[in-house]
């Protein structure tokens, strides 16, 4: 189809990671900062939907201190959000501020916030096995889930029923809202596996570094077997319906 250019903004770092909310008037973005006097201080971004400024806070003014941002995650309307940095992650409210922090979450921290807010699923990605930890809104962990390799995807369903993980060493996981493993593939050996849920968490798209796309049902049924795609997968995102699968390739575009 013919697409658009809507609107641009000229960020002053290089943009890592985006999370735009589900009614698309907000977009949270991280940019990748490193300075030679105070180190790593990588710099959250709030815009509308219309490309407009809300503010812009690098982790020194967000945490107190300079800091990696590894991952943010928005909910319905900005209403919260969550963010994943080294070993931490927070909840903040759409104005910046802290409401809570979850500390000793050893590595980098990858997150990801059901619309609502009420939940948020965080995976980390230390030396050797991950964790995934799941937390209600006051940042209560109801659960976690050990991984075989170290989490370097995750995502939680809008509905906040299932959480699709992704990890290091070629597996793909799905869990229920109690914690409740559904089911495991192995999609490759010493690949990263990146995972996007649908709304309601019916469907499960996969992207790996091995160069594969496929997508699984909630019951861990093939609906798309593991295919071979020309570029290097970096990410996945599936539409709300589960009809479209979107794969950013390494500087190869979508």
């Given amino acids: 189809g ?4 809507v609107w641009e903004y000229k960020a002053d770092h290089e943009i890592k990671k985006v999370s735009v909310s589900s009614d698309g008037n907000y977009i949270a973005a991280v940019g990748d900062n490193w300075n030679s006097e105070v180190g790593r201080n990588d710099v959250l971004y709030l815009l509308t939907g219309n490309g407009e400024l809300l503010w812009k806070k690098d982790s020194r003014s967000l945490f107190g201190f300079s800091d990696w941002i590894h991952d943010v995650s928005v909910s319905r309307n900005a209403t919260y959000i969550a963010v994943g940095s080294e070993g931490e992650t927070y909840l903040l409210q759409r104005n910046g501020s ?9 590595g980098m921290n990858r997150v990801s916030i059901s619309d609502d807010g009420e939940y948020i699923a965080i995976g980390t990605y230390p030396i050797g096995i991950g964790w995934v930890h799941f937390l209600d809104k006051s ?32 597996y793909a996981y799905l869990l229920d809202r109690e914690g409740n493993l559904l089911w495991d593939k192995k999609l490759g050996e010493w690949c990263d596996i990146y995972v996007s849920t649908s709304a309601d968490g019916e469907f499960v798209g996969i992207g790996t570094s091995n160069r594969e796309i496929a997508i699984l049902n909630k019951n861990g049924d093939w609906l798309l077997n593991p295919t071979q795609v020309q ?24």
């Fill in 139 to 170: 940042g209560q962990e109801l659960w976690n889930f050990s991984t075989v390799g170290s989490v370097e995807s995750i995502s939680i369903s809008k509905n906040g029923q299932y959480v699709a993980v992704g990890d290091y060493k070629g």
């Fill in 2 to 5: 013919n697409w658009s250019l």
């Fill in 231 to 254: 570029h290097t997968v970096v990410g996945v995102s599936i539409t709300s319906d589960g009809n479209l699968l979107f794969i950013p390739a390494e500087s190869e575009g979508l």
């Fill in 98 to 106: 802290i409401i809570w922090k979850k500390e000793h979450m050893e």
